[in-house]
């Protein structure tokens, strides 16, 4: 039995290596932290200071995660840089809990900046759920969409994705 111990770890050794190093090279590195009131939006340059309207997406072309402080940043980049195929994953933070959550997977509201303060004056909210969306939608106004929904809508009208001029 202890002849067969040494070269079983090995490559159980081996193995978990591998498991690993595939992991990182393949992309399941987990996603980075935002850090408030120090990271700056990789579209606008602004400070990202309020979590519930931030986002992450991973550029292929540039081999890292960019940051957004408002999801409208987040539409213009993506426009601005091939659209959605030359990003590999996509994080949006749900409105209410504050968890980051899959584009793909959330529900948006897009509501007039007058009354959905965001900071680049998008009014583009995300929730984990269509429930959410929905209540949030009835109580401020907008549309609610999935994130294809979305970006076909801002690809079509990307100036009026800020619906703001803001001065800086």
Request: with cysteine; hydrophobic share 40%.
């Amino acid at each position: 039995m202890k002849k067969y111990l040494i070269p079983f770890l090995f490559i159980l050794a081996l193995i978990v290596i591998g498991l690993y190093m595939s992991n990182v090279f393949i992309g399941g590195e987990s996603i980075p932290k935002i850090y408030l009131d120090q990271d700056r939006c990789d579209q606008c340059g602004m400070v990202i200071s309020r979590a519930e309207y931030a986002a992450l997406a991973y550029s292929i072309d540039i081999g890292e995660w960019m940051k957004f402080d408002d999801i409208g940043c987040l539409l213009r980049y993506m426009i601005e840089n091939g659209g959605t195929s030359n990003f590999r994953e996509i994080y949006v933070t749900d409105y209410n809990s504050g968890e980051m959550i899959r584009a793909v997977d959330a529900f948006f509201v897009r509501a007039s900046a007058d009354n959905v303060y965001t900071p680049m004056s998008s009014g583009i909210v995300a929730f984990k759920s269509l429930e959410d969306a929905e209540a949030f939608a009835n109580s401020y106004g907008g549309e609610t969409y999935n994130f294809q929904e979305l970006y076909s809508w801002a690809a079509s009208n990307p100036d009026d994705i800020y619906q703001k001029e803001m001065s800086m």
